[in-house]
């Protein structure tokens, strides 16, 4: 049934759409999501089967599917960000994702300094597999997937809070998919698949009393927080309630050390994956760049800076001198936390960190600043007074202190709101608390009798266990089957060496490049259709983004390609080929010129130290005399 229903969004995705105005009312508009999800809430009104989550759920995913299709047909993205294109030509750091998990599936074992996230190239790396390289397709998959697991989360919220608390927390979903992940190789791809499983099993194991689904939950947020690391203090925070919850032994002694066994076992899973993934000299995290950075009254990027090459032993000593200056003056410490806490909560208020999701309205964004106050701390505050058991009340009151207890160690000036991806399902809980417990309190007052939408049925009993199982396959392509791609190097693809970034006196060596991987310029008087792009649709989607800002050459570069051009991304390696008969620019990068007229190669990662494969395959061959006739 759900294959059926899902077909307009498969076609969404693979066929070009003549209606841009509604992809546009879904990419940009703030009523109009708002509106959409009211409505899917609203079918129970007339439909009282339990096939209506069939229709539920292919909705929501057309929703979600509209968003990819925006990128697909205009080349543009919702909030103006450099994507080049939907993630088929990934940039900065999905340029290191996309490299690893090339390098991991063909068989080899990475040597970097640049990063230590490798559940999010580790499922990249499986999906490369699955697709056969096709990028399109893989940031396709993603976007139906995410629709699946937000009308998954959407149910559990329902049933907790209420219809209309549910549709606030998936257009809130919503908003953040479409502003910081949608058509991009990010991990909060990865890490917000994770939270939305947590968040359904937690809440259903609230609501059920079942430990083990609580755990299951439990275990979910600790892989989403390794996929992207945020707001970790929510992870004691949910221990400890743990023993008050279900309350095993005396004190909950019991429940709490198993769940913080859960935790302990996603952790190591984690740092066994980073030891098998990557070889020595292993990447560092960045936490002693942030605890150095904190003690001198900066951030890991001051750290970074004072301390400054070789990059690969920045981690180390930022770790010696936080150590030394903490044995001289210990202080430090507690001085430097109340400083960044501080610091950290008005940046986020002013700046309105957890909800400035352009393009939202800003109207919008302000009211969902104070529901998340009030709905924090009236509901709790009034079942105090009632002298009730607040579970729910103290749930949620746990996520936004563990939240705000964690912005000295993520501060929001470094990432942005991308930092708080995986805590975002949990905190938009308390906005929708403040509406459900004002609904309550508006039934008590009000001789109204309306009927109930938020029951659940059987059927939620299965969705329940397909969540369960979309759990273990997450767990099996983050860390099994990129094992498995690793050691069986029958994979390798001869035809990705050194050799092919530079041109061939047989020809152009783009054919040896994957199709999955290239994008290709055509006339105005085509129609933008990804790979297919026009080039003024092309120009329009570089035109004032950020990027100006690190690598200004490389939009002056953007800008100047004419039709007729391909623009890939060299397999192993952090740069773009570009292949073109009519490019007469000298605009490239400084470090890496202009091979010959007909073919290019450029860096585009030119503010970061490249890994040693890189610098292979930038380094030789030299390149050849100009072809004859270019």
């Known amino acids: 049934m759900f294959a059926f229903l899902a077909l307009p969004s498969l076609w969404l995705l693979t066929q070009p759409f003549a209606w841009i105005t509604g992809l546009e009312a879904m990419a940009l508009s703030t009523v109009v999501p708002l509106m959409v999800f009211g409505l899917i809430g609203g079918l129970r009104l007339v439909w009282k089967g339990d096939e209506v989550w069939w229709f539920e759920c292919a909705a929501i995913t057309l929703c979600f599917a509209a968003l990819q299709g925006y990128i697909f047909n205009t080349a543009l993205h919702p909030a103006n960000r450099f994507n080049l294109l939907g993630g088929l030509l990934a940039n900065a750091d999905p340029s290191m994702y996309l490299s690893l998990a090339n390098q991991w599936s063909d068989g080899i074992r ?44 959407w149910r559990q919220v329902r049933a907790m809070f209420g219809w209309l608390g549910a549709t606030l927390f998936l257009t809130l979903v919503f908003f953040f998919y479409r502003c910081e992940v949608v058509g991009l190789l990010r991990t909060e791809q990865l890490g917000l698949w994770f939270a939305l499983i947590a968040l359904t099993l937690m809440l259903q194991g609230l609501r059920e009393k079942r430990e083990g ?33 279900f309350r095993r032994g005396r004190w909950g002694w019991r429940s709490i050390l198993s769940a913080g066994l859960v935790c302990f076992t996603g952790m190591l899973l984690n740092f066994a994956c980073y030891w098998i993934f990557f070889a020595p000299p292993r990447p560092t995290s960045n936490f002693w760049l942030s605890f150095y950075g904190m003690l001198k009254g900066g951030n890991w990027v001051s750290a970074m800076n004072e301390i400054g090459p070789p990059y690969t032993r920045v981690g180390v000593i930022a770790r010696e001198k936080g150590m030394a200056l903490l044995r001289a003056e210990p202080w430090l410490v507690l001085n430097g936390l109340l400083k960044g806490f501080w610091k950290a909560c008005a940046f986020v208020w002013n700046t309105n960190t957890f909800y400035g999701h352009p393009p939202t309205a800003e109207g919008f964004r302000s009211a969902m600043r104070w529901l998340t106050v009030l709905g924090a701390v009236i509901p709790w505050t009034w079942s105090v007074v009632q002298k009730r058991r607040a579970e729910l009340e103290w749930f949620v009151l746990l996520i936004v202190l563990g939240t705000l207890f964690s912005l000295p160690f993520a501060p929001p000036w470094d990432g942005g709101r991308r930092v708080y991806a995986v805590a975002f399902p949990f905190l938009y809980l308390s906005p929708v608390m403040l509406i459900a417990w004002s609904r309550e309190g508006l039934r008590k007052l009000l001789p109204l009798r309306t009927r109930s939408l938020d029951h659940l049925t059987y059927a939620d009993g299965q969705l329940g266990r397909l969540v369960q199982a979309g759990l273990a396959v997450l767990l099996l392509s983050t860390a099994v089957i990129p094992l498995g791609l690793m050691l069986w190097k029958r994979h390798r693809i001869i035809g990705w060496q050194p050799q092919y970034c530079v041109p061939l006196p047989r020809g152009c060596p783009a054919r040896d490049l994957p199709s999955g991987y290239q994008i290709h310029l055509i006339s105005d008087t085509g129609r933008t259709f990804v790979p297919w792009v026009r080039v003024s649709d092309f120009r329009r989607s570089i035109d004032g983004n950020l990027e100006k800002l690190r690598a200004p050459w490389l939009l002056d570069l953007l800008n100047d390609l004419p039709e007729g051009t391909t623009i890939g991304t060299a397999c192993h390696s952090q740069f773009f080929v570009i292949g073109t008969d009519k490019a007469r620019t000298t605009r490239i990068s400084r470090r890496h010129p202009i091979l010959n007229r007909a073919w290019h190669r450029i860096v585009y990662d030119n503010d970061y130290p490249l890994p040693p494969y890189s610098r292979q395959m930038l380094g030789r061959p030299q390149a050849p005399p100009l072809l004859p006739g270019r």
């Open 110 to 153: 990475v040597v970097t300094p640049q990063t230590t996230r490798q559940f999010f190239p580790c499922f990249l790396a499986a999906m490369l597999w699955l697709c056969n390289r096709d990028l399109k397709l893989i940031v396709s998959l993603f976007t139906l997937i995410t629709g699946v697991l937000s009308f998954v989360a």
């Open 213 to 245: 689904l609580w755990s299951a939950g439990l275990f979910s947020l600790v892989m989403g927080l390794n996929t992207r690391a945020g707001p970790y203090f929510m992870i004691p925070l949910f221990v400890l309630y743990s023993g008050w919850i």
